[in-house]
Structures are given as structure tokens and as C-alpha cells.
């Protein structure tokens, strides 16, 4: 019987920084001397959130450029294990600027750049010799151009053979066409969940007012899904209590929220700590209940990823 153990995976590395202003003003010249520099990523942060919650967890991704001795020596700083493959893709800087007069937490994000051919050949071959010895895959975000849209899905496929349970964060084609594989959990937010499957909501702009007319179609919607692929859901609505559903039926989490420092990679430490309690035996209702505290965590530290601060 194999331990427990994570995988995550991400196919857009990034190099964070977060900028402190103690007030950050539009069309001037903004100083500070408060920032701090992290290897970040939608994967790294989950896979980092894993290891501070005592976990055997390593990152699988695609790197390139100048920036990777530098990607690579902020994941030994963090004691991160990171399995990569050449892209030849230079690795994106995002930025979180926070605005400490009015606590405001704005991001900045470049699109990865597109990874040059034979990357994903590569990536899957890593991929399919490193999964067998995994008890769970979680993959997050967004692929940089360049990768087929088989790629993520063709990862379900080949860890679900291999008896790994698979949790995923993504959304639109990603996740359409990684359902029919049969994922355990999908954990989008309600943004994403509406843009992947009834993107007229987003359209009317109906999401942002989230009415009880939204949580009905949502259950409507999810009635088909389950019905057809039988995986359960986590929908994430920010501060707002999130819906959840083991079968059918969406249920209900409230907690506790915190003012929070920086909430970037919150949604990331919820998928660990998700991910964490469901490998320990947990219900899914416990599972979320651990995402949520895992999230809050991280929501009150400067640094984004993370539920301690070393």
C-alpha cells in the first residue's frame, strides 16, 4: 500500500512579488522599501501549503529562461521538491500591490508566455513515470499557450488508471474535458464554475449580483453533472459561505471570516488543506471545513502560499 503522498501540478510557473505601500496612490510615483519575492504559481502554492501541513508533496511543472536558477533557488529556500521539464519559456513576475490606508489587495498578472514544441511531450512523459507513486494529484490553474488541450485532460486519465485521486482547480476546456475521466472533486470558484458551464450568467452579469436565482441554477446545473460523472463539487464564493456537493445536493460551509493581510494564494492553501484532510479519511464536509481554516491562514500572512511564516 503506497503512503500518502501529493502531486501537484502547474504549467504556469511565476515568480511573485508583493509590494507594502502605506498608501498607494494612482498616476503618481509610488516608494516602498516593503516587499518581499516568492516562487508562486497556483501549484507551488498548494504543494507549499502541503508541506507545512507535515505532508510528502512534490511539484511537477515547466520551466525556462533566465529567471529559473532564481525560480529554483526560492524552492529550495522553502524546502519545496520540484520535478521540471525544459520549455524554454521565460518564467512570468506577477505582482500583489497592497494599499495599507485602505487594505486593498490589487494583483497584477502576466500572461505566461507559450513554451516551445516538445514540451508537453516531455512533461507527460515525467508525468506518467512519476504518478504511480502518488496517492493524490491536485492540478491547478491555467496552461501557458502552447500545450494541447489534451494535456491536463490526458493527466486525469493517466492518474485515474493508476488509482490516484485526483482534485482539480481549473476551468472552461480544462475542466469539460477532463470531466469524462473521472476526477474525484472539482474545486472551482462560482465565477469560474458559471464560465464553464452556464457563461450567460457571466454575460448578464448576473454572478455579481448573486441573487437566490444564481444558487438555483447552480443546483440545476450540478443535478446534470453528477448525474453524468459523479465527482463532487467545492464552489468557492469568496468571503461568502461556499457551496459543496458529495452527491446531488449543494450544501452549505460558513466560516468564520478574518480581516484579512493578503488573500493572494488563499484559494490555493484551501485546496491543500481540502486535499490534506480527504487523504487522512476525512468526509467532505470536514475536508472543506479544513480548506476553509487552511485558507484563513493564509489570508493573514504578507507572503502569498502559505499558513506559516518561517
Known amino acids: 500500500m503506497k503512503s500518502s503522498t501529493f502531486l501537484t501540478v502547474c504549467m504556469s510557473p511565476t515568480i511573485q512579488k508583493t509590494l507594502i505601500f502605506s498608501d498607494l496612490i494612482m498616476d503618481t510615483v509610488n516608494r516602498t522599501g516593503d516587499f518581499r519575492l516568492n516562487v508562486s504559481g497556483k501549484g507551488i502554492n498548494v504543494c507549499r501549503v502541503l508541506s507545512q501541513l507535515g505532508k510528502d508533496s512534490s511539484h511537477l511543472t515547466q520551466l525556462g529562461g533566465v529567471l529559473r536558477p532564481l525560480f529554483l533557488d526560492l524552492c529550495r529556500a522553502d524546502n519545496l521538491k520540484v ?12 505582482y500583489t500591490l497592497i494599499n495599507g490606508s ?11 508566455e507559450e513554451v516551445q514544441e516538445g514540451t508537453a511531450g516531455r512533461l507527460l512523459e515525467a508525468f506518467t513515470a512519476m504518478i504511480p507513486a502518488f496517492t493524490t494529484l491536485i492540478i491547478s490553474g491555467t496552461m501557458a499557450a502552447g500545450f494541447p488541450d489534451t494535456m491536463i485532460p490526458d493527466m486525469v486519465r493517466i492518474a485515474k488508471a493508476a488509482g490516484v485521486r485526483v482534485i482539480l482547480d481549473i476551468r472552461r476546456k480544462d475542466l469539460l474535458n477532463s470531466l469524462p475521466f473521472g476526477p474525484d472533486v472539482i474545486k472551482p470558484n462560482l465565477y469560474e464554475f458559471a464560465s464553464t458551464f452556464a457563461p450567460e450568467l457571466v454575460f448578464q452579469n448576473e454572478i455579481k449580483g448573486e441573487t437566490g436565482e444564481i444558487k438555483k441554477r447552480v443546483q440545476e446545473i450540478w443535478t446534470e453533472l453528477y448525474k453524468t460523472y459523479k465527482c463532487s463539487l467545492v464552489l468557492t464564493r469568496g468571503s461568502k459561505p461556499l457551496w459543496y456537493a458529495e452527491k446531488e445536493k449543494l450544501e452549505e460551509y460558513a466560516f468564520e471570516t478574518v480581516e484579512p493581510i493578503n488573500t493572494t494564494g488563499s484559494g490555493d492553501a484551501f485546496a491543500a488543506g481540502l486535499a490534506a484532510a480527504l487523504e487522512e479519511g476525512a468526509s467532505l464536509r470536514e475536508a472543506v471545513a479544513m480548506g476553509a ?13 502559505v499558513i506559516k511564516q518561517d
Open 102 to 112: 485602505d487594505k486593498s489587495v490589487t494583483e497584477l498578472i502576466e500572461e505566461s
Open 293 to 305: 481554516r487552511c485558507g484563513a491562514l493564509n489570508a493573514g500572512f504578507l507572503s502569498p502560499g
Open 83 to 94: 520535478e521540471w521539464v525544459e520549455s524554454y519559456s521565460p518564467i512570468r513576475f506577477c
